[in-house]
């Protein structure tokens, strides 16, 4: 991999952290602390949504942001690393003798 894929790739790897973390901020500060009184008008089942948000709802956000950034990267790896071998090629053996 040249100089320019590896900050291609970088770049996109931080880009990926970036906007995850941004996600998770939102969710778990701006909905679980900022927004909880008037999201707790909304009933999620028998509980406010704003309760529900600062005890459930944000660990279900992680939870399924870490299942997008490990399928993201994926997706990054295959893109950036597709001409890297990562395991080491077999080595010929002469059997003239």
Do not use: C, H
């Amino acid at each position: 991999m040249n100089q320019n894929e590896k900050q291609a790739y970088w770049r996109a790897n931080t880009t990926l952290i970036r906007n995850l973390l941004i996600i998770w901020a939102i969710a778990s500060i701006g909905l679980s602390i900022l927004f909880v009184e008037p999201l707790n008008a909304i009933r999620f089942g028998s509980v406010p949504f704003g309760f529900w948000m600062a005890q459930q709802g944000s660990i279900y956000i992680f939870v399924i942001l870490i299942f997008v950034y490990a399928a993201q990267m994926d997706k990054i790896d295959r893109k950036y690393l597709k001409n890297n071998e990562t395991s080491p090629q077999p080595v010929k053996e002469d059997r003239s003798s």
